[in-house]
């Protein structure tokens, strides 16, 4: 036996919702770039060493995070290509620094999406 309030609620609900297209579109390939390098919580991590707002070096966030050199050079491209981080190479060194424009753009473009996908 079903009560018939919620099988009401159920049918009302169902009746309501949009039908999702048979393709849903994709973030564009910058916001997936985004998305995919905040997804790890060991590159949230590197991200808390620029609360400062300071530039850092590769070595620098070696000794921050305690990784390997080249785990966190693999991090850092993450960030990078995903518009977090600028970098400079300068001689020897590559300087990483918070790409605050792009992260805003990136949180602008994410928005947009959820507005038109999920309404």
């Given amino acids: 036996m079903t009560c018939p309030a919620l099988h009401y609620i159920v049918i009302l609900r169902y009746n309501n919702m949009t039908r999702l297209p048979k393709k849903p579109a994709l973030p564009d390939q910058q916001l997936q770039d985004f998305l995919e390098a905040i997804a790890s919580r060991t590159r949230q991590k590197l991200l808390l060493a620029f609360l400062d707002g300071r530039e850092r070096t590769v070595n ?3 000794s921050y995070s305690g990784l390997g050199q080249s785990t966190v050079s693999a991090h850092l491209t993450a960030l990078y ?7 400079e190479k300068r001689g020897k ?3 990483y620094l918070p790409d605050r424009q792009s992260i805003q ?3 602008r473009r994410l928005s947009s999406y959820l507005e038109n996908c999920c309404p």
């Avoid at 290509?81 to 970098?87: D, K, Q, S």
């Fill in 93 to 95: 060194e590559v300087y």
């Fill in 60 to 62: 620098e966030l070696v």
């Fill in 81 to 87: 290509r995903g518009g977090l981080l600028n970098r």
């Fill in 105 to 107: 753009g990136a949180l």
